[in-house]
């Protein structure tokens, strides 16, 4: 309860306020407060969402993964329409989609149909000399997948999302990120070839990285390497 109530303090939440509320109410008012931040804080030209609030900041795949889930909870609250939710998804989905990729240091979105972990909120191309990320594409393919189980109607915007999701995880190559290794590499970048960081392994955040990667369709990694992240 301590928690709940530092947490609606720091965003702003009056203490009287805060101490008047249930706990229902209060984590209503927190997830409400979280979906404003991915609804604002992202360019509706484009759908990319920025790492930080503030104004120079620029987009993160795994801000827009998340903002993406945050878009389905904010449709269920009633914050949103579901019409401009869908819209929402479906033009962030055609920016991944369409983005060029390749082995360029600028002016891509990613690479291998994976993406670089910043992106410049107009362009949506690498920025900050970034690396090519398997964590944060990740994020972002959860992201997406959510809302290609979420927005299940006949409608074209929604059919469309469907189509896009599926195309977008099934064009992603785990196989080149595992370049031959027991496992699955934390980065790549187009001057210097894989992180020196090495392979994601033990029990951390890559366990959703490497879920996605053993259950592509079409770029699938042996199961090998969930028995490397886990030793």
Known sequence: MRRLILALMLLGVGAAEVRAQSTDAMLDVIQQYTFDYF???ANDENGLVRDRSTPTSPASIAATGFGLSAVCVGVDHGWVSRS???ARVRTTLETFWYGPQGTATSGVIGYKGLFYHFLDMNTATRTWD???STIDTALLFAGILDCRQ???GDDTTEVRIRALADSIYQRADWE???NGASGIYMGWLPTTGFSSYGLWKGYNEAMILYLLALGSPTHPVPTT???YWMS
């Open 39 to 41: 609804w604002e804080q």
């Open 84 to 86: 401009a939710a869908a």
């Open 130 to 132: 970034c690396e090519l």
């Open 150 to 152: 979420y927005f299940t």
């Open 176 to 178: 080149f990120v595992r």
């Open 225 to 227: 390497t969930w028995n």
